[in-house]
């Protein structure tokens, strides 16, 4: 099986910066995609920023110019630089791994617990 751990979430004021960590670990052959998506109250869980093993990034509109993914595959661990934080980024946080467990085998998606990100003053 695969755990994800995620670190570094809390109470931050509007204009501040938070670091998330997510670590993977477990029997794990590979990673291929790693991300972070979030859940606001009342609100369905989106994409806030992928990046593949080569280092590819995606982000979503809201959070471009704000917020670095970077993952370090020796590791197994992805991070979400979050700078210039808003009142509208407080949601729930949650890291997930496209993980193959054995050599010729397909990726499945793992996510972790979720870490709670609030911005307010």
């Known amino acids: 099986q695969v755990q994800l751990v995620e670190s570094g979430g809390g109470l931050v004021q509007p204009g501040g910066s938070l670091r998330l960590s997510c670590a993977a670990s477990?029997?794990?052959?590979?990673?291929?995609?790693m991300g972070w998506y979030r859940q606001a109250p009342g609100k369905q869980r989106e994409l806030v920023a992928a990046?593949?093993?080569?280092?590819?990034?995606n982000y979503a509109d809201s959070v471009k110019g704000r917020f670095t993914i970077s993952r370090d595959n020796a590791k197994n661990t992805v991070y979400l630089q979050m700078n210039s934080l808003k009142p509208e980024d407080t949601a729930v946080y949650y890291c997930?791994?496209?993980?193959?467990?054995?050599?010729?085998?397909?990726?499945?998606?793992?996510w972790g617990q979720g870490t709670q990100v609030t911005v307010s003053s």
């Open positions: 477990g029997s794990i052959f590979s990673i291929n995609d």
């Open positions: 997930n791994a496209d993980a193959i467990l054995h050599f010729g085998f397909s990726p499945a998606r793992y």
């Open positions: 990046i593949t093993k080569g280092g590819l990034t």
